[in-house]
C-alpha cells in the first residue's frame, strides 16, 4: 500500500471523526486514532487491483 494511499485515508478518517477541524487542529492522540481507523479500513479493503496503462490492451 502506498504511503499517498495511507496518507489520504488517514486525512479522510480524521475528517469523518472529527467533522470541522483540520489535520492540524487534532491532537496526537486524536492523529494517532485516526491513523488506525484508516489503517483497519485499508486492511478490509485490501490492496487495489493494479492500474493497466493507457496503451495496454
Do not use: C, H
Not at 7 to 12: L, V
Not at 38 to 56: H, M, S, T
Request: glycine fraction near 6%; hydrophobic fraction near 35%.
Amino acid at each position: 500500500m502506498s504511503d499517498v494511499i495511507e496518507e489520504q485515508a488517514t486525512r479522510y478518517a480524521a475528517g469523518e471523526m472529527f467533522p470541522g477541524r483540520t489535520w492540524n487542529d487534532l491532537s496526537e492522540a486524536e492523529q494517532a486514532e485516526a491513523r488506525e481507523q484508516a489503517q483497519e479500513l485499508l486492511r478490509i479493503l485490501g490492496d487495489p487491483p493494479a492500474r493497466k496503462a493507457a496503451n495496454d490492451n
